[in-house]
């Protein structure tokens, strides 16, 4: 008896949890199909507009790296809107460096940093693809 009604299958104590794992894989295998991985393609790009997500200070070479495959990837998916905006593709790249430097450069703890600081000059010079 379910809320006033008569539920009509029965499970047996014994295959309780063999059925209870079957409905969960079933429901999962549901939401599957219906929504994409946030850990791969564009949606893991995204990752870099967490500061949290962000390398320390400790490694040149990781910030030097950070966030280039992620940035083409973003660049690539939305090129048509970029392209219509007039914006140089070419300079993306070297402003995602930009940025990456200063921040690197006036912040000792990049990764508590939040997007707060977006109205100040450095990040409008070195993200002018959002004033173009």
Request: glycine share 4%; charged share 25%; with cysteine.
């Amino acid at each position: 008896m379910f809320k006033g009604t008569t539920l009509k299958f029965k499970v047996e104590e014994d295959s309780y949890h063999a059925v209870r794992s079957s409905l969960c894989n079933k429901i999962l295998e549901s939401f599957k199909s219906h929504f994409c991985d946030m850990n791969e393609g564009i949606l893991q790009a995204c990752d870099i507009t967490s500061f949290a997500n962000w390398p320390g200070h400790e490694s040149k070479e990781k910030i030097r790296q950070f966030g280039k495959e992620y940035v083409d990837l973003i660049t690539d998916h939305f090129l048509n809107v970029l392209q219509e905006a007039g914006v140089n593709l070419e300079e993306i790249q070297g402003e995602w460096a930009s940025l990456k430097s200063e921040l690197y450069l006036r912040y000792k703890d990049v990764q508590n940093l939040t997007f707060t600081f977006k109205n100040t000059f450095t990040f409008k010079k070195n993200m002018k693809i959002f004033w173009q």
